[in-house]
């Protein structure tokens, strides 16, 4: 069985791309729609899901860039004031935390 790559790309200003990785998230939810809507469904709490998911990757997003900026901006890159005698200041990451909205 041949294994293949599938490149995601989330942006900083919250896109998803390529097409391909898209369509295959998208499928992830292709059997539960299907099931519902032949259970007598509308497709909506399978939309739903879907709707969360895509909420879950965004923030994730989020906290990533939102770690990533108060990491550099912890401390002078370029030295400043500092003598060279002491490393630079690091503070520890901020952890996140869940979301008091997204489901357990």
């Given amino acids: 069985m041949a294994a293949t790559l ?3 790309l ?3 200003f919250g896109g998803i791309g390529p097409p ?3 369509a295959w998230l998208d499928s992830l939810f292709s059997d539960m729609f299907a099931t519902e809507v032949a259970n007598g469904g509308t ?6 899901r879907r709707l969360l998911f895509y909420q ?3 923030a ?3 906290r990533s860039t939102t770690t990533m900026a108060v990491q550099l901006s912890a401390h002078d890159p370029l030295g400043g004031d500092d003598d060279g005698d002491e490393p630079p200041p690091h503070d520890a ?3 996140p935390t869940r979301s ?3 489901p357990a």
Avoid: N, V, W
């Fill in 60 to 62: 994730s997003l989020m």
């Fill in 10 to 12: 989330l942006g900083t």
């Fill in 43 to 48: 497709g909506q709490d399978t939309q739903h």
């Fill in 93 to 95: 990451p901020i952890r």
């Fill in 56 to 58: 879950s990757l965004q």
């Fill in 20 to 22: 391909e990785a898209r």
């Fill in 100 to 102: 008091q909205s997204a």
């Fill in 6 to 8: 599938l490149h995601l």
